[in-house]
């Protein structure tokens, strides 16, 4: 007796830590559990939020009423933006450029930032659903510093404050390892979707090095994960834009970031992808300050998509007077894109959109095939961008890339920027020049006309 006796406070010890653990780890308990097996079919994301900045976006975030939002980064703005100098003993910016524009803050300061932020009133309420899972990653104004990769000192620190702004668990395996790459399956059994959240900071090469993005660690990671158990959708996030690479057409002018600017890295990621045999994949991106659409049709057997969001309060329309817009539109417009998605489902002409906006994925399970809409919303949720993708065109089909090359419209989402001919590809650039030698004629016109007049008089 004595013996069974035993054997039952051992039973009870064992199933008490065994559930204690559980609920320490933040994902094991039965509330849980149940959300990431609840079919999903709203998903939201977004990136590039400034906490001083006014975000009424929220409150078409909340209205979409997502059951899974994606922070992709620019979080907070961390760092410290010096004013444009040209001339002076501090010059941030022109030829004689000799401080950085951007220097980082104080860890200190990192966290008062997430703390605004985090607890701006329609954000909260957006944080306290029950059924809205929040995840994410970081860029490099959250990282802490613009354009900052492997060499910057302070990812160590940083990377602890994103994760308790994300409420990350305190014995997550993201808070022990090099960097904040991880991934979520949602969903039941044949309607899950996989989501891979890149760090596409920690471990990144210097820009224009052509090294590494991911480092080994992480690209052996990802491996596995795209080689792993199948779902139905496979949504991967980078806070950089994967398919486009507008720098190769705003060059010289000025530059973005993105996979594009480290092409060999860019190739193993598709070849990852065309490796894998894994339907069902396309990207999300942010960091630009407008949103777009862009696919890539050679290279996995089927059109891959990466779907820009940026930003929720950084917009590209916000750095210019009301009555200017309609320039940048143009200039959108102008710039050569060999990858953007034009169609009907657009605000502009260029189908961009450089005011603040949202991303929102729905998700139609029960059609046949399943169907995708997928758009890039304004602050009042109002559709700018969209597209309707039928999974069935996200599964590989052997599509032989020299056959579609012949093809008019996949000629447009397979050759890239830095292919095109110079006349196309600097025609921004051009233009540029032609406009200021332009203006420059005509306020030498204007100077002679009015030495002219001085002198009559």
């Known amino acids: 007796m004595d013996g069974v006796k035993r054997w039952r406070w051992w039973a009870v010890f064992i199933l008490g830590a065994l559930i204690g653990s559980q609920f320490a780890c933040g994902g094991g308990n039965d509330s849980t559990k149940a959300n990431h097996e609840a079919l999903v079919s709203r998903i939201a994301f977004g990136s590039c939020a400034n906490q001083t900045a006014p975000q009424p976006i929220w409150d078409a975030i909340i209205k979409f009423d997502p059951q899974v939002f994606i922070w992709m980064g620019d979080n907070i703005y961390g760092d410290i933006k010096r004013p444009s100098k040209m001339f002076g003993k501090e010059r941030t910016?022109?030829?004689?450029?000799?401080?950085?524009?951007?220097?980082?803050?104080?860890?200190?300061?990192?966290?008062f930032k997430y703390h605004i932020i985090k607890n701006h009133p329609a954000y909260s309420r957006l944080r306290h659903n029950l059924n809205t899972k929040i995840i994410g990653t970081w860029d490099d104004h959250d990282y802490g510093l613009n354009d900052a990769g492997k060499e910057f000192p302070a990812k160590v620190s940083?990377?602890?404050?994103?994760?308790?702004?994300?409420?990350?668990?305190?014995?997550?395996p993201r808070r022990m390892q090099a960097g904040i790459y991880t991934s979520y399956t949602f969903g039941p059994v044949g309607r899950q979707i996989k989501i891979i959240l890149l760090d596409t900071r920690y471990h990144r090469d210097p820009l224009s090095s052509d090294g590494t993005i991911l480092g080994s660690t992480q690209w052996t990671w990802l491996e596995k994960e795209l080689n792993g158990p199948s779902s139905a959708i496979t949504i991967i996030?980078?806070?950089?834009?994967?398919?486009?690479n507008l720098s190769a057409t705003t060059g010289p002018l000025f530059y973005m970031e993105s996979w594009g600017r480290f092409p060999k890295e860019r190739d193993r990621l598709f070849q990852l992808i065309a490796d894998s045999k894994r339907n069902g994949v396309f990207f999300i991106s942010g960091d630009v300050h407008f949103g777009e659409i862009t696919r890539y049709d050679c290279d996995v057997g089927y059109a891959l998509y990466d779907i820009t969001s940026s930003g929720l309060t950084q917009a590209v329309e916000k750095a210019v007077p009301a009555p200017f817009h309609f320039v940048v539109r143009f200039l959108a417009w102008w710039t050569p894109s060999t990858m953007r998605v034009i169609g009907k489902n657009c605000r502009h002409r260029s189908c961009t959109y450089g005011q603040p906006n949202f991303g929102a994925i729905e998700i139609d399970w029960d059609a046949t095939p399943v169907a995708l809409k997928i758009e890039v919303r304004d602050?009042?949720?109002?559709?700018?961008?969209?597209?309707?993708?039928?999974?069935?065109?996200?599964?590989?089909?052997?599509?032989?890339?020299?056959?579609?090359?012949?093809?008019g419209e996949h000629q447009k989402h397979c050759s890239l920027e830095v292919d095109l001919p110079?006349?196309?590809?600097?025609?921004?650039?051009?233009?540029?020049y032609f406009s200021v030698a332009g203006l420059n004629f005509a306020a030498a016109v204007v100077f002679r006309l009015f030495l002219r007049k001085c002198k009559l008089d």
Do not use: C, H
């Open 422 to 432: 110079w006349i196309v590809r600097y025609r921004l650039t051009i233009l540029f």
């Open 379 to 407: 602050t009042d949720g109002i559709p700018a961008i969209g597209v309707n993708i039928s999974l069935s065109e996200l599964q590989a089909q052997s599509v032989n890339s020299a056959a579609t090359l012949r093809v």
């Open 158 to 172: 940083n990377q602890r404050l994103l994760l308790d702004f994300l409420d990350e668990p305190l014995d997550s």
């Open 93 to 111: 910016t022109g030829p004689w450029k000799n401080v950085p524009r951007f220097v980082p803050t104080s860890q200190d300061e990192m966290n």
């Open 237 to 244: 996030v980078s806070s950089i834009q994967v398919i486009s």
